[in-house]
């Protein structure tokens, strides 16, 4: 059972800084994608930004694009998310997201979220 659990969220005032992370641990696996999403308070899930494991690409939603960076540590199976420039709009849940193969089974994981809260 792959696992993934996230960690680094917190209260922040608006302009500063947090580093959210997730790691994916479980039985032999290959990471195809991981990502972070995030849900407001009444609205849906979306979209923030994508890392392919190989390779290193990445994908950012519009607006966070200048702000965000995500990134990978092979060695630790770990994305993180460095978010600066925090506004009260960033305020949601944030969820980590992976693609992941186990053996010929490729599937799609969910960490339980960590909360974000930008003050103003």
């Known amino acids: 059972q792959v696992q993934l659990v996230e960690s680094g969220g917190g209260l922040v005032h608006a302009g500063g800084s947090l580093r959210l992370s997730c790691a994916a641990s479980?039985?032999?696996?290959?990471?195809?994608?991981m990502a972070w999403f995030r849900q407001a308070p009444g609205k849906e899930r979306e979209f923030v930004a994508r890392?392919?494991?190989?390779?290193?690409?990445?994908y950012y939603a519009d607006g966070v694009q200048d702000r965000f960076t995500i990134s990978r540590d092979n060695a630790k199976n770990t994305v993180y998310l460095q978010m600066n420039s925090l506004k009260p709009g960033d305020t949601a849940v944030y969820y980590c997201?992976?693609?992941?193969?186990?053996?010929?089974?490729?599937?799609?994981?969910w960490g339980q979220g960590t909360q974000v809260t930008v003050s103003s």
């Open positions: 479980g039985p032999t696996f290959s990471t195809y994608t």
């Open positions: 997201h992976a693609v992941i193969t186990v053996g010929s089974v490729t599937d799609n994981y």
């Open positions: 890392i392919i494991w190989r390779g290193g690409g990445t």
